[in-house]
């Protein structure tokens, strides 16, 4: 089992910066891929970005690409997502999964931390 735990969420101006953490235990995550995913109330959960837990290719969505970046700390098992240049559009709950699978599924999920941004 992979428990996965979200933090760094908050209220934020627009053009504001917030740094999310997804701490990750109960597994080794060498053949994983950790994802940031966020969900707007009244709308389906989208994929903001990835990366694989070695080195490789990382992806955006193109709606924060440039404004955003993933990361990770091996040593400390846990992901990162810098959020610069915040938009109201960027509220949402934001959650850490974790994949697996080959095309990722992304089978484990953590709770969620609410983004907020205001005008």
Do not use: H
Not at 1 to 21: D, H, K
């Amino acid at each position: 089992q992979v428990q996965l735990v979200e933090s760094g969420g908050g209220l934020v101006q627009a053009g504001g910066s917030l740094r999310l953490s997804c701490a990750a235990s109960g597994r080794t995550f060498s053949n994983f891929r950790l994802g940031w995913f966020r969900q707007a109330p009244g709308k389906e959960r989208d994929k903001v970005a990835t990366i694989p837990w070695s080195d490789g290719s990382t992806y955006y969505a193109d709606s924060v690409k440039g404004r955003f970046t993933i990361s990770r700390d091996i040593a400390k098992n846990t992901v990162y997502l810098q959020m610069n240049g915040l938009k109201p559009e960027d509220t949402a709950v934001y959650y850490c999964a974790a994949s697996v699978t080959p095309i990722p599924r992304y089978e484990y999920w953590g709770q969620g931390t609410q983004v907020t941004v205001s005008s």
